[in-house]
């Protein structure tokens, strides 16, 4: 079952803007904490964006930070990422995550799509 699908990813030139959105899956009934990371070829993957669903300080990560923006809806359960000002080194796959209770679950997880690819170049 897919439990969350992102969309918005593709190729931008430099300096350009992407809006990358996440849905969960009805199937997903609760969910603490929605965010962002991404993976580049030959390095490991690492956090671009976090948000808890009460309502806490985003948490980015310093390459981003001032670039990226992380918002969520909790009613439609969908979090995005507003990236502005994309540079060749932000190409990566970008998974959207969820800390939540899936159904049939029995306690919270971390919860992965698929990932959307961004490539930033001129």
């Known amino acids: 079952q897919v439990q969350l699908v992102e969309s918005g990813g593709g190729l931008v030139r430099p300096g350009g803007s992407l809006r990358l959105s996440c849905a969960a899956s009805r199937s997903i009934f609760s969910i603490h904490a929605m965010g962002w990371y991404r993976q580049a070829p030959g390095k490991e993957r690492e956090l671009v964006a976090r948000i808890n669903t009460g309502g806490s300080t985003p948490n980015y990560a310093d390459s981003v930070k001032g670039r990226f923006t992380i918002s969520r809806d909790n009613v439609k359960n969908t979090v995005y990422l507003q990236m502005n000002s994309l540079k060749p080194e932000d190409t990566a796959v970008y998974y959207c995550?969820?800390?939540?209770?899936?159904?049939?679950?029995?306690?919270?997880?971390?919860?992965w799509g698929q990932g959307t690819p961004v490539t930033v170049s001129a």
């Open positions: 995550n969820v800390f939540g209770l899936a159904v049939g679950a029995a306690g919270y997880r971390d919860i």
